[in-house]
């Protein structure tokens, strides 16, 4: 098993790319330690992963509470040890022209999609560092590399997690800790139903699938696969990379 005796603690775990990365990692042994601002979910998660098998501890988090978050991972580290942490948790804002985004709206991105990132390495990365060990994995977007119409506040805060994440990397390398962003194309999860599916969701889907050379969007295990191998060993030489998992579109 590829994190046997390892534990990752995962934002936004209570729904699609978290919980299917909680599954995943918990399948290669990891404890999960799923974090949510929804309890519901959360409990999802945890039931399914505790059905597979797996151990998991379930945090009602709001990432944008920088003080709760320190908490939670202290919590983590005290309990079970800390080796992964996945910054996963993220809004979009719809399809929506730049313009016509309200200042309150694009600040809730921001501090959710950004600010909850930077709350996660805050208070992960004294504890990795001192331990001379560990891998961080931050979800930003394909959005986040080469941009998206109609998504103009989403795209900027995905993109400032793709060059935070590569700061950091810089700068916990000596350290033993990597640090790493996955940069998913359009994925079948709740998210982008609210935001391309205003219709037939399954009719928009194959259309959309149209644009990719692999005629496919993502599925959550798409991303799962690849947040794996970033948290794990397999990429012990990898660090401050923005892996791009979008089935080709990006080339296309
Ligand atoms: P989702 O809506 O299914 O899941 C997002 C989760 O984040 C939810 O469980 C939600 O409760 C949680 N969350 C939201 N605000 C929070 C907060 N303040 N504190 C704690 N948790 C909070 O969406 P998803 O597709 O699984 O998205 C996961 C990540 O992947 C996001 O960062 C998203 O931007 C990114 N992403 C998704 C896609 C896609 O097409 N699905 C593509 C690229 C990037």
């Given at each position: 098993m590829r994190l046997e005796n390892e534990t990752a603690?995962?934002?936004?775990?209570?729904?699609?790319?978290?919980?299917?990365?909680?599954?995943?990692?918990?399948?290669e042994g990891a404890t999960i330690v799923a974090a949510d601002i929804d309890t519901d979910g959360l409990?999802?998660?945890?039931?399914?992963?505790?059905?597979?098998?797996?151990?998991?501890?379930?945090?009602?988090?709001?990432?944008?509470?920088?003080?709760a978050f320190a908490a939670a991972v202290d919590a983590t580290v005290e309990e079970h040890g800390l080796d992964i942490v996945l910054n996963n948790a993220g809004i979009s804002h719809g399809r929506t022209d730049m313009e016509t985004i309200e200042d309150d709206l694009r600040d809730r991105v921001i501090d959710i999609n950004v600010k909850g990132v930077w709350n996660g390495c805050r208070a992960a990365i004294p504890h990795?560092?001192?331990?001379?060990?560990?891998?961080?994995?931050?979800?930003?977007?394909?959005?986040?590399?080469?941009?998206?119409?109609?998504?103009?506040?989403?795209?900027?805060?995905?993109?400032?997690?793709?060059?935070?994440?590569?700061?950091?990397?810089?700068?916990?390398?000596p350290h033993g800790v990597r640090a790493n962003a996955v940069c998913p194309g359009v994925t079948d999860t709740p998210m982008p139903r609210e935001d391309f599916g205003q219709g037939n969701w399954e009719e928009t889907k194959a259309e959309m699938a149209k644009q990719y050379p692999l005629r496919r969007l993502g599925e959550p295990e798409d991303v799962a696969n690849a947040m794996l191998f970033l948290a794990s060993d397999e990429a012990d030489w990898i660090t401050g990379h923005a892996l791009v998992i979008d089935g080709g579109y990006s080339i296309s």
């Open positions: 603690f995962i934002t936004g775990a209570g729904s699609g790319l978290g919980r299917a990365a909680a599954e995943r990692f918990a399948a409990d999802e998660t945890a039931d399914r992963v505790a059905d597979a098998g797996g151990e998991v501890t379930t945090h009602e988090l709001d990432v944008r509470d920088r003080e990795l560092k001192e331990q001379g060990s560990g891998a961080i994995v931050n979800t930003a977007s394909l959005a986040g590399v080469i941009g998206a119409p109609k998504l103009s506040a989403y795209s900027l805060s995905k993109g400032a997690v793709v060059n935070f994440t590569r700061s950091i990397a810089a700068e916990l390398g």
